[in-house]
């Protein structure tokens, strides 16, 4: 073989070896990008610190989980609480314990519902499935507005916060409180976020809110 | 093939065998990486953990808190009851293993008196600090109930 022949093959050889270093770099990033893990771990570690705050409080109470959790389902047992996707290997599933005082005992099993909550009555904490929204509520993951009537939703630490209002007898959204959009459209337009979409649980809130309007009282 | 060629392709080879390796390394170092940083990620501060634990100390009546007939008084501890019996009975942590969670002294600074749970085995990683009313016979008396915060032990 000739020194030039030998030299195309090695450069090809180099070429395709880097092509497949940078294809598996990428697929284990996309890999642990798109993975569900972390969003688990999360909805594990919140509603353990909203049980040990439930033991806290004196008599009963009712506190909903604001995340949206559609894709998980939920174990609640004495002792733990389990997050997994249905289907999921129990090895996989996301434990996560606490430890409730004697005589306390806690249950409750949910199933790919949208919101769940946590309820304490009479020494016993239930988990179960949030009483749906009525259509014609504000999201209760928007919580209250401030004095200027801005809705704040934070939708996890990969997301930008977005602010709405409801302004005019419609909503309106923003990344900024200086560019507003309406629930019509996914696109930001103006500002540093110009052109930007929002993250997808709050394209989801936009969606609720242009499909259903819901109103404000005293608006 | 002369001897030369014969060099560079045994060359090529050896380097070849050595930046495989490297490289497969390297791929598996970038996955840990990666791990590390979601488990960073999803990471909740054990100061945190220990004050909604220790929120149940001062304002459930099965702890400590002080109460009449159905009325807790938040923020209160009722010297009746601050014995490490009550403590075990509020917070116990057999079923996780005891030294595998959080364990906790408490000590009222006033009047000196302390009580652990089981498995409190005097490595302190942070402290807590509550101004609380203490009941005593005579009536409420401001003192300040300090937590001191034993973490996991172990693997």
């Known amino acids: 073989m000739n020194k030039k022949a030998a030299s195309v093959i090695m450069i090809t050889f180099e070429i395709l070896v880097v092509l497949l270093v940078v294809y598996m770099t990428v697929s284990i990033g996309k890999a642990y990008g798109e993975s569900d893990q972390v969003t688990k771990i999360n909805a594990a570690e919140e509603l353990r610190m909203m049980i040990d705050t439930l033991v806290a409080v004196p008599g009963d109470a009712i506190v909903s989980y604001p995340q949206e959790v559609s894709k998980f389902s939920f174990i609640l047992t004495r002792g733990s609480i389990s997050v997994f996707k249905k289907g999921e290997e129990e090895n996989v599933w996301i434990v996560t314990t606490f430890f409730l005082p004697e005589n306390y005992d806690a249950q409750g099993t949910v199933l790919e519902a949208n919101y769940v909550c946590l309820e304490k009555l009479n020494k016993k904490i239930i988990l179960k499935k949030c009483m749906e929204v009525a259509d014609n509520k504000v999201p209760p993951q928007l919580g209250s507005p401030d004095d200027t009537g801005i809705y704040t939703y934070d939708a996890g630490v990969l997301a930008t916060p977005l602010y709405y209002r409801y302004q005019d007898k419609s909503w309106e959204w923003s990344p900024d409180k200086s560019y507003w959009m309406s629930v019509n459209t996914m696109v930001v337009t103006g500002g540093k976020f110009d052109k930007q979409k929002p993250a997808q649980e709050n394209i989801k809130l936009i969606r609720y809110l242009q499909k259903y309007n819901p109103p404000i009282e005293n608006e | ?155």
């Open chain 2, 1 to 155: 093939m002369n001897k030369k060629a014969q060099f560079a392709a045994a060359r090529k080879t050896i380097y070849w065998m050595i930046a495989g390796l490297v490289i497969t390394l390297v791929v598996i170092g970038f996955a840990m990486v990666i791990a590390s940083y979601r488990n960073n990620l999803a990471k909740v501060p054990p100061e945190i953990r220990a004050e909604l634990i220790s929120l149940r100390f001062t304002s459930n009546p099965d702890c400590f808190a002080y109460n009449i007939s159905d009325k807790v008084i938040l923020g209160t501890i009722d010297l009746v009851k601050f014995n490490e019996e009550t403590l075990l009975k509020c917070y116990s942590t057999a079923s996780a293993g005891g030294i595998k969670t959080f364990n906790f002294r408490l000590k009222l600074e006033s009047s000196g008196e302390e009580i652990t749970t089981d498995k409190y085995a005097n490595v302190d990683k942070f402290t807590i600090f509550k101004e609380v009313l203490v009941k005593r016979q005579t009536g409420l008396f401001k003192d300040r109930l300090i937590i001191y915060v034993q973490e996991k032990i172990g693997t």
